[in-house]
């Protein structure tokens, strides 16, 4: 091959990378920025769930979190000190054959996004179990609540606290219910314990801007008393 044929076949050479370059850096900025959404946004926000595909169960040990639950108190005067973002309770959930398909979720004071990563978050604005008022968990659908939507009516759940076990019954269940709609966020609803999250689980590629809510009433547990 020539000098010159050489030289013609690096200015081709040179042309066609040139013609692909801004292809190029288009493909990876938007790859990267798929990548910072999904886990700025998609993954971690608590009222905006867009995550794509299946969610699966997660199960949490005593271990990871070195959480210990309290056995049930003869009597009790209050509530102790519970700092925001620390974890008081473990949460499970069962509905058929005394199985649990919702499995020691670590519970949170606080909602925010960075107590969304490590399990349930209970409302700061809602009121701890034992107060005799309403209790509101959330957690993501892609994580400890993939089966909340799969939870029916007559379901029994547990909150085991650090000062003492809690036990509720679903008596309503409410899908479909528009992210716009928060009246599941009203802590002076006649409910003892709300729990919610984003629905559907799959979603089909669309974005998640409706919620599962689950309303209990309390079927064992002590209130605060004097």
């Not at 700025?40 to 949490?60: I, M, N």
């Amino acid at each position: 091959m020539t000098m010159e044929a050489i030289d013609r076949s690096n200015r081709i050479g040179l042309k066609v990378l040139g013609f692909l370059l801004p292809f190029l850096l288009i493909f990876f900025s938007l790859f990267f920025i798929s990548i910072y959404l999904y886990q700025t946004v998609l993954e971690e926000t608590a009222y905006f769930s867009l995550l794509v595909g299946d969610a699966v169960p997660r199960s949490v040990d005593d271990f990871d979190t070195g959480f210990v639950p309290a056995e049930r108190p003869e009597r009790l005067t209050q509530i102790p000190s519970i700092g925001y973002g620390k974890q008081f309770a473990r949460l499970n959930v069962s509905w058929s054959d005394n199985r649990w398909d919702i499995i020691n979720v670590p519970v949170y004071l606080g909602a925010d996004k960075e107590i969304l990563k490590k399990g349930a978050g209970m409302s700061y604005a809602s009121f701890f179990p034992g107060e005799g008022r309403c209790t509101i968990i959330s957690a993501h659908v892609t994580r400890y609540f993939a089966e909340l939507e799969s939870t029916p009516v007559g379901a029994t759940i547990t909150l085991e606290t650090n000062y003492g076990p809690y036990r509720y019954e679903v008596i309503e269940k409410h899908d479909g219910v528009k992210g716009s709609d928060r009246w599941y966020m009203d802590s002076s609803l006649d409910y003892d314990l709300i729990l919610y999250s984003c629905y559907p689980r799959d979603n089909g590629g669309k974005r998640r801007t409706e919620r599962c809510v689950l309303c209990c009433t309390l079927i064992q547990g002590l209130e605060v008393s004097d």
